[in-house]
């Protein structure tokens, strides 16, 4: 599995990263984001869900930007089934991190399962930054933790406060779980494809806004991936059995990744 994954099992060289940092990074990163929770509890009591069915999405849901997908379509008027479909292909994302970390884990199985519900962006960035899987493993359960009860607890009080808050639009909180999910995404866009990618998304998603019905442009806007998939095929030369294999960087000044 070291192999594989390019981990170690302990923290023997002197090098590795110490538990207490971990803990504090994957504490920053719970803290920061869990918060936003009760933006999430806001809209989406304002969009007309009852207080059960909030708590509900943020318990078995639990995936913000889907989260958000799905309340924010029910509040512009969309069709609950488009709505819940934009939802899921945004969640589709979390079953490839699953592949990826359970590599890197290396969790028993009689554990996999609950460890599937915490498999998100925010468990998986803190997850793969670890030098060491010990390290992996400590910083996986405590962004999980932290973040999944700071998550549900923020939302239970943010749809209860709802009512006292008011229009939720004229406050802006509706933005505010998609404003951190970009602030996230955006250090990781570090190749020209990946950033065509997030920009030919964006302006599909945008454009199509005012002409489809709401939760459609979302799924449309999926469409970029390939498309830029394909461009860069037909833009690199056909490669030979022998020839290095591309690492999507070619285009890239030295030194212009992490």
């Not at 509890?41 to 909030?54: D, E, I, P, R, Y």
């Not at 479909?85 to 945004?90: E, K, S």
Request: some cysteine.
């Amino acid at each position: 599995m070291t192999e594989q994954t390019g981990l170690v099992e302990t923290q023997e060289d002197g090098g590795a990263k110490p538990d207490g940092a971990v803990v504090r990074d994957a504490l920053g990163v719970g803290v920061a984001v869990g918060l936003s929770g009760f933006a999430f509890g806001v809209t989406s009591a304002g969009s007309g869900l009852s207080l059960l069915q909030t708590c509900a999405l943020s318990l078995l849901v639990f995936t913000g930007a889907s989260q958000f997908a799905l309340v924010g379509a029910l509040a512009a008027g969309g069709n609950p089934f488009t709505a819940a479909a934009g939802a899921f292909f945004l969640g589709v994302r979390n079953a490839f991190y699953g592949l990826r970390l359970s590599q890197v884990l290396a969790l028993p199985r009689a554990v996999r399962p609950f460890a599937a519900q915490w498999v998100i962006d925010e468990t998986t960035a803190v997850t793969l930054a670890q030098p060491t899987r010990r390290a992996a493993r400590i910083g996986f359960t405590v962004t999980g933790l932290c973040l999944y009860v700071l998550w549900n607890l923020t939302t239970l009080f943010g749809a209860l406060g709802a009512e006292a808050i008011g229009d939720t639009d004229a406050w802006g909180l509706d933005a505010a779980g998609p404003a951190v999910f970009l602030a996230l995404l955006a250090p990781m866009l570090r190749t020209t494809a990946e950033r065509a990618v997030a920009g030919i998304a964006v302006i599909l998603g945008l454009g199509l806004l005012p002409v489809l019905p709401a939760g459609v442009p979302v799924l449309v806007a999926a469409v970029a991936a390939p498309l830029v998939l394909w461009a860069e095929g037909r833009r690199l030369p056909a490669r030979g059995p022998g020839d290095p294999p591309d690492d999507g960087r070619g285009d890239e000044q030295e030194g212009g990744g992490r």
